[in-house]
T-cell receptor
Framework: EPEVTQTPSHQVTQMGQEVILRCVPI?????FYWYRQILGQKVEFLVS????????KSEIFDDQFSVERPDGSNFTLKIRSTKLEDSAMYFC???????????FGPGTRLTVL | AQTVTQSQPEMSVQEAETVTLSCTYD???????LFWYKQPPSRQMILVIR????KQQNATENRFSVNFQKAAKSFSLKISDSQLGDAAMYFC????????WGAGTKLIIKP
């Protein structure tokens, strides 16, 4: 069964460093998402991506964040200068059409020291 | 703006018993989807069940079923014959385009 994959499973970085979180969505999906979940808190929407551009983003998704689909398969989230409060679980999701369910990857745990 | 509310931070149930997790939401849309996700300690997000708002029939998936009350904007999850492996955080989510999440309910299964 096709699934969304994410790498790495755990990333530890120093404050101020750049990180890139990688996701490979399901191959025939067209809509892509990033969410984050700070430990003990609810899941928060970051950004949605469709047709090679951002379709919607939340207030959390400021200039420190960017997304890219560089090669038609990977979908990346870049955090330019990490802060302590960026420590969270980051989930990638994809779906085939606008009203289908989203399929989630296993998440990347980001720890900023 | 759409919101999702889970009023039970924690619930516990005896193994093999039935438990119901509550969820209410607020929206002005008529077409949308509702989901229950399970998040075990591994923190992976696993879809448990989905409900299309245009369907009157409540969705069921084996031991999991929902009570969808569209007028009341209520979407509860019933887990029958609870098993130890059901222990997890359960999140209710609303989708019109992006997913809006509830705060979650921690389900504890007592052996």
């Amino acid at each position: 069964e096709p699934e969304v994959t994410q790498t790495p499973s755990h990333q530890v970085t120093q404050m101020g460093q750049e990180v890139i979180l990688r996701c490979v969505p399901i191959s025939n999906h067209l809509y892509f998402y990033w969410y984050r979940q700070i430990l003990g808190q609810k899941v928060e929407f970051l950004v949605s991506f469709y047709n090679n551009e951002i379709s919607e983003k939340s207030e959390i998704f400021d200039d420190q964040f960017s997304v890219e689909r560089p090669d038609g398969s990977n979908f990346t989230l870049k955090i330019r200068s990490t802060k302590l409060e960026d420590s969270a679980m980051y989930f990638c999701a994809s779906k085939a059409s606008l009203y289908n369910e989203q399929f989630f990857g296993p998440g990347t745990r980001l720890t900023v020291l | 703006a759409q919101t999702v509310t889970q009023s039970q931070p924690e619930m516990s149930v005896q193994e093999a018993e039935t438990v119901t997790l509550s969820c209410t939401y607020d929206t002005s849309e008529s077409d949308y989807y509702l989901f229950w996700y399970k998040q075990p300690p591994s923190r992976q997000m696993i879809l448990v069940i989905r409900q299309e708002a245009y369907k009157q029939q409540n969705a069921t998936e084996n031991r999991f079923s929902v009570n969808f009350q569209k007028a009341a904007k209520s979407f509860s999850l019933k887990i029958s014959d609870s098993q130890l492996g059901d222990a997890a955080m359960y999140f209710c989510a609303y989708s019109n385009y992006q997913l809006i999440w509830g705060a979650g309910t921690k389900l504890i299964i007592k052996p």
